[in-house]
C-alpha cells in the first residue's frame, strides 16, 4: 500500500494523523487516505502536484510567510490541469475526513446509548422526558400531552449551497454505511477483508468521478433529489423516532403515543418556489406534484405488500372492519390478480389480507395514474384510484383498530404502526408543496383584473383603497374576469399557477409563501386570487418579512389583517408568519438581524395571544451563520417564550439537507434532537431578558447595523472591492442550483442572500457575519459597560449563541490567505480599504474575546476547535489554488479547462467550511488531559486510555483486531478490560501516537 511519505506518491497534511483527532476517528481517516493514495498510484500523479502537496505539508507545520510564499510561487508555476488535479484532492481529503467525523458522531452516540460514558451528546429522548420528571418537576402526563401537541414541520428547499454533485452524495452515503459495517464486531476476518475492499472501490469511483456539473439542474431535477431524501432515509428515520419516544414513555410507565400524534411532518419548495425562478412554471409546479403521488403510491404499495406477509391471522376481526370488507366484496378482489404463493388465492377468513390486497390493488392503479400523467402518457389507465391521504388512511386505522379490539394489540405495533406513521407523516403525496411568489407578482394580477374592470392602476392606489377593493370582492360572488380577459404573460403565469392548484387540489400543497411582503393587502390579493382561481379549501397565506424595516413592521401587518371582519372569520383563528434570516442578515449585519427577529417573534406573539389567534412561526433559516444557521438545538433553546406554542416550521437548505437526513442513522439523530429542543423549549420556557440586556442589546443592535450598511451601501469602493475579492461571478455558473443568482439585474442589493454569503467564505473573510459586531462592543466598552456584555453573555442564552456562533466563524477566518487574494486579484488603489476590512476583522476578534474572557477563540469548546483546526490544513493550499486561477481567469475568462478548475476550488472550500462540529454538545472542558474512550471493534466495549505517562498505551492495529496492549495495570478507578486484552512493554508502544 502506497504511504504518504512516498517519494511518487502526494504528501498529506498531518492534521489527518496526529493525536487531534480521538481514536477511532483518526484511524478511519488514516485508513480512508491510504485508500484513496492507492488509488493515485495507479494511475500517477504529476511532479508538480506532488511538489506542491509536500509544500503545503511545510506550511501547515510552520505557518511562516517563506513556506507561504513558497507554496504560491509554485502553485503559479502549475498547469490549469494540475490545479485542478491537486484542487480535487484537497477536495476529497475534506470529504472522507468529513465523512469519518460524521460516522465518529454517531458511533459517540451509541456509545452514550449503551452506558459507556458521557463525553458526548445528552439530548437523548430518555433523558430529555427523565430530566424533566425527575429534575424540574415536571407531571409525566403534562410530558406526554406536550408531546402529542408539538409540532415539526420541515420544509425542504432547493438553495444553491450544495455545491456537491447527487452522483458523489450517493457514493459518500454508502461509505458511511460501510464504515458502520466496518466498526461491528460480528464480521469474520474475511467479512471484514471484503467490507474494506468495497470501501476502497467506493473511494476510487467517487475520485474517478468528476465532481462538476455539466448541466444547471432544472427545478424537477432538484424535486427528484429532495424526495430521493424522503424514500431512502426519512421514510425509516421517521417510525424509528416515534417508536424511541414510546419505549421512553413505557419505561416511565406513561402510555405510548396516539397513533394519530404527527411529531414531523413535510414541506418542500422543490418546484414550488417561483420567486425570482423563472424556470418554475405552473406546468413545472403541476409535474412534480404528479411526480410527488406516483412516488408515494409507489412506496405505500411496498408498504401494504409487507402487511400482507405480516397481517395473516384468521377469522378473527372488529364488527367495523367486517362491515368494511361487505362494502369491497362485490368488487370481487379477494387476491384474484395476484397470488402470495405463486398458485395459490388468499383465503376468505383472511380478513386482513382481503382489505390489504384491495388497497393493494388500488394503489397499483394509482400509481400507473399519476405515472402516465407525470410522463404526459395519453394511455392513463382506468379504475379507481386513490384521491386523497384519508382514503388510505381510513381503512389501515380500521385494521388497527380492530387488532386492538379483538385482543392482538401487540401486531398492531409492527410494520402497521409505522405504515400508519408514515402515513399521517408523509401524506400519500410523500410530501406537500408550498408555493412562493413576490409580492409584486400578485399586485400586477389584481392590477389586471382592475384595468379589466375598468376601475384603473391598482399599485398606484393607496393602501386603504387597497383594502376596500379587496374586502368588497372577497365578499362578493361574482367572478372578476371573463373568457375575454388577457393579461400579459407574467400576470397569466399568476393566474395560471392558481388555476392549476385548484385543479389539483389543497391536498397537495402547504403554504402560500409571499416574499417580500409589506402590508395587508399583500395577503388579501393573495386570498383574491385563490377565491377567483376557484381553490377550495384555499391555501393558508404566509408573508415572509425579510429586510429589517419589513420586520419592524410585521406586527402591524399582522394587526391590520387580525382586525379585518372577513379575514379573520377565514384563517379560524390561524395564522403562519415566515421570518426571513438570509436577506434580513445581508440588509442590515448578522447582529442587528438576529435582534430584529427576536423582538419581532416577540411582538407577533403577544399579538397573536391577545387576539385569540394560534400563530406559527416559519423560520426561513440557512446553512450557513450568515443565513440563520447553525446547530438547531441552541438555535430552539434561544427562542423567546411561546414562539414555539404553535409548533416549529423550518427550512432545511441545500447541504443541510444532506448534512441532517444524509442517511437513515443521521436522520434519526437529527430528528430526536428537534423533539427534545422543542420539548425542553415548550416546558421550560426562557425567561425574557430584563430591561438591562434590552437596552444594551438595542445599543448594540444599531451601533453595529451603522457601520455594516456605512461600508457595504455607502462606500463607493465597497462594491470593485467585492467583485475583485470574491469568485462571486464563477458562482453563477457552476450550475449549484435552478435560480438565478440575483432576483434582477444589479450590483450587491440584488444579489441573493445565498451567493452573497457563499462568495465571502470563499476567501476565508466572511465579512456579513461579523463586520460591524466589534465595533458595537467596543462602543459598549468604551461607555464602561464591558461587565454588563459578560453578565449577558453568562446568562442570556440568545446573546451566548449569537456570540458563540460568531467566534465559530472567525476561527475559520484567515487573514494570511486573504491578504493573497488581495494582491493577486485586487487594484492596488483598493489595498488600503482591504486593510480598513482587515483591522475591522481583527478587531472583532478582540472584542469578542473580551466578553468571552477568553485569551482565544473557541477556548471553552474544545471539541468544534480542533475539528475546524484540523481542517483548515487542507483548506488553505485550495484557496492558494482558487486565488491564482482567478487571477488568470481575469486575463482568460473564457478558458474552459481554467474555469472547471475554479469551480472545483469553490467546491472544495465549502467542503472545509462547512459548520463544523456541534455545540450542543456538552463541553469537555475540564476532563483530564491524556483521557481519551475509545470502542474496541472486537467486543464493542469502550475502554479507558490513559496517557502513556499515567498507565496505558494502545496499539491501534491491535485495537482494530480487539487486542488491547498496556504497559502497566490501569488505575482502579478504570473499568475492568476484556479478555482478550493483551499487554506490551513500553518499548512497543507505537509512534504514532501524540505522546
Known amino acids: ?119 458526548v451528546q445528552h439530548h437523548t429522548l430518555e433523558d430529555c422526558i427523565t430530566n424533566l420528571i425527575q429534575n424540574h418537576g415536571f407531571d409525566p402526563k403534562l410530558v406526554r400531552d406536550s408531546l402529542m401537541g408539538q409540532t415539526l414541520e420541515l420544509v425542504f428547499t432547493a438553495h444553491p449551497t450544495q455545491a456537491t454533485r447527487r452522483s458523489l452524495l450517493v457514493k459518500y452515503a454508502r461509505i458511511m454505511q460501510l464504515l458502520e459495517l466496518n466498526d461491528s464486531h460480528f464480521l469474520t476476518p474475511t467479512e471484514e477483508q471484503i467490507n474494506k475492499e468495497a470501501l476502497k472501490r467506493e473511494i476510487f469511483g467517487a475520485w474517478r468521478t468528476n465532481s462538476l456539473r455539466v448541466l444547471k439542474p432544472t427545478p424537477e431535477d432538484e424535486a427528484r433529489i429532495g424526495l430521493t431524501y424522503i424514500e431512502d432515509s426519512l421514510w425509516n428515520s421517521v417510525p424509528k423516532i416515534y417508536n424511541m419516544v414510546d419505549v421512553a414513555l413505557r419505561n416511565l410507565n406513561l402510555e405510548p403515543l396516539k397513533i394519530d400524534t404527527k411529531l414531523v411532518s413535510l414541506a418542500s419548495w422543490m418546484g414550488g418556489d417561483r420567486d425570482g425562478n423563472p424556470f418554475v412554471t405552473h406546468k413545472v409546479t403541476e409535474s412534480i406534484v404528479h411526480l410527488c403521488k406516483y412516488r408515494g403510491a409507489d412506496k405505500f404499495a411496498e408498504e401494504i405488500e409487507g402487511l400482507m406477509f405480516e397481517l395473516s391471522m384468521h377469522n378473527k376481526c372488529s364488527p367495523a372492519l367486517r362491515k368494511y370488507l361487505e362494502t369491497i366484496e362485490h368488487q370481487n378482489v379477494a387476491s384474484q390478480n395476484w397470488d402470495v404463493w405463486h398458485s395459490h388465492q388468499i383465503s376468505h377468513d383472511e380478513p386482513y389480507r382481503l382489505v390489504l390486497q384491495h388497497l393493494r390493488t388500488k394503489l397499483i392503479t394509482t400509481r400507473a395514474y399519476y405515472k402516465a400523467l407525470y410522463e404526459g402518457s395519453k394511455d392513463v389507465p382506468n379504475g379507481p384510484i386513490f384521491r386523497n391521504t384519508t382514503e388510505l388512511l381510513e381503512p389501515l386505522t380500521l385494521i388497527y383498530d380492530s387488532l386492538y379490539e379483538v385482543g392482538e394489540g401487540e401486531l398492531a405495533t409492527g410494520l402497521l404502526r409505522d405504515s400508519l406513521v408514515r402515513l399521517h407523516c408523509f401524506g400519500l403525496n410523500l410530501v406537500k408543496l408550498d408555493v412562493r411568489q413576490e409580492s409584486t407578482r400578485h399586485a400586477q394580477a389584481v392590477e389586471a383584473i382592475t384595468q379589466y374592470l375598468g376601475l384603473g392602476n391598482f399599485t398606484e392606489w393607496t393602501e386603504e383603497k387597497k383594502l376596500e377593493f379587496l374586502n368588497t370582492e372577497l365578499r362578493s360572488k361574482r367572478p ?120 419581532a417573534q416577540e411582538r407577533l406573539v403577544e399579538l397573536s395571544n391577545a387576539h385569540g389567534v394560534k400563530l406559527t412561526l416559519f423560520h426561513g433559516r440557512g446553512g450557513s451563520v450568515g443565513r440563520g444557521g447553525g446547530p438547531n438545538y441552541l438555535a430552539i433553546q434561544s427562542q423567546p417564550a411561546g414562539t414555539l406554542d404553535g409548533g416549529l416550521r423550518v427550512t432545511v437548505q441545500g447541504e443541510v439537507i444532506e448534512n441532517y437526513f444524509g442517511i437513515t442513522t443521521v436522520a434519526q439523530q437529527s430528528l430526536e434532537r428537534y423533539t427534545t429542543a422543542i420539548l425542553n423549549a415548550g416546558l421550560k420556557c426562557p425567561q425574557p431578558p430584563c430591561d438591562e440586556f434590552r437596552s444594551a442589546m438595542e445599543r448594540l443592535s444599531v451601533a453595529s447595523c451603522e457601520q455594516y450598511r456605512s461600508l457595504i451601501y455607502e462606500n463607493p469602493k465597497f462594491v470593485q472591492y467585492f467583485q475583485s475579492i470574491t469568485p462571486a461571478t464563477i458562482l453563477g455558473s457552476m450550475n449549484l442550483g435552478s435560480r438565478p443568482a440575483k432576483r434582477k439585474a444589479g450590483g450587491v442589493e440584488q444579489l441573493r442572500a445565498i451567493p452573497w454569503v457563499f462568495a465571502w467564505t470563499q476567501n476565508r473573510v466572511h465579512l456579513p457575519v461579523w463586520l460591524g459586531v466589534g465595533r458595537a462592543i467596543q462602543t459598549e466598552a468604551e461607555a464602561g459597560n464591558l461587565e454588563l456584555l459578560r453578565r449577558m453573555y453568562r446568562e442570556w442564552p440568545f446573546f451566548k449563541s449569537t456570540i458563540e456562533l460568531i467566534s465559530m466563524v472567525l476561527s475559520k477566518t484567515q487573514p494570511q490567505v486573504t491578504r493573497l487574494y488581495e494582491e493577486q486579484l485586487v487594484d492596488p488603489s483598493l489595498w488600503e480599504f482591504g486593510a480598513f476590512v482587515m483591522k475591522r476583522m481583527r478587531d472583532t476578534i478582540d472584542s469578542v474575546l473580551l466578553v468571552t474572557e477568553e485569551k482565544e477563540l473557541l477556548v471553552n469548546q474544545p471539541v468544534l476547535k480542533r475539528a475546524i483546526d484540523n481542517r483548515m490544513p487542507s483548506v488553505d493550499p485550495i484557496n492558494i489554488l482558487q486565488a491564482v486561477l482567478m487571477k488568470r481567469a481575469v486575463a482568460d475568462e473564457e478558458n474552459p479547462e481554467l474555469l472547471d478548475a475554479l469551480k472545483v476550488t469553490v467546491q472544495g472550500i465549502a467542503a472545509g467550511m462547512q459548520f463544523t462540529g456541534r455545540r450542543d454538545r456538552p463541553s469537555t472542558a475540564g476532563v483530564t488531559p491524556g483521557l481519551i474512550r475509545p470502542e474496541c471493534r472486537r467486543c464493542d466495549q469502550a475502554l479507558w486510555r490513559w496517557h502513556w505517562a499515567h498507565a496505558v498505551a494502545l496499539d491501534p492495529v491491535s485495537l482494530r483486531a480487539g487486542a488491547h496492549g498496556s504497559s502497566r495495570a490501569p488505575v482502579p478507578a478504570s473499568p475492568k478490560a476484556p479478555s482478550h486484552v493483551r499487554l506490551f512493554s513500553e518499548g512497543d508502544r507505537p509512534g504514532l501516537w501524540p505522546w
Open 1 to 119: 500500500m502506497a504511504t504518504p511519505s512516498s517519494p511518487t506518491q502526494p504528501v498529506l497534511n498531518d492534521s489527518f494523523n496526529s493525536g487531534a483527532f480521538v481514536d477511532p476517528l483518526r484511524e478511519d481517516v488514516k485508513m480512508m487516505q491510504n485508500m484513496l493514495l492507492d488509488c493515485l498510484a495507479k494511475e500517477g500523479i504529476s511532479k508538480p502536484v506532488i511538489q506542491f502537496t509536500k509544500l503545503a505539508k511545510d506550511f501547515s507545520k510552520t505557518r511562516s510567510t517563506e513556506d507561504f510564499q513558497a507554496l504560491v510561487a509554485h502553485t503559479e508555476t502549475m498547469s490549469h490541469e494540475d490545479c485542478s488535479l491537486a484542487g480535487r484532492l484537497y477536495l476529497e481529503l475534506l470529504a472522507l475526513a468529513n465523512l469519518a467525523e460524521k460516522h465518529h458522531r454517531l458511533r459517540r452516540w451509541r456509545s452514550y446509548r449503551r452506558g459507556e460514558g458521557d463525553i
Open 480 to 599: 372578476l374576469t371573463g373568457v375575454d380577459f388577457a393579461p400579459e404573460p407574467g400576470v397569466a403565469e399568476v393566474m395560471a399557477t392558481m388555476r392549476m392548484i385548484a385543479q389539483i387540489g389543497s391536498e397537495s400543497f402547504g403554504a402560500y409563501v409571499i416574499s417580500m411582503a409589506t402590508t395587508a393587502s399583500d395577503v388579501l390579493c393573495v386570498e383574491l386570487l385563490q377565491k377567483e382561481a376557484g381553490i377550495m379549501p384555499t391555501l393558508r397565506v404566509a408573508p415572509l418579512f425579510e429586510t429589517k424595516d419589513d420586520l419592524i413592521q410585521a406586527p402591524t401587518t399582522i394587526k391590520s389583517l387580525y382586525e379585518n371582519e372577513w379575514y379573520r372569520a377565514h384563517i379560524n383563528d390561524k395564522q403562519e408568519v415566515m421570518l426571513g434570516y438570509s436577506d434580513s442578515a445581508k440588509d442590515a449585519g448578522r447582529l442587528t438581524s438576529v435582534w430584529e427577529l427576536y423582538k
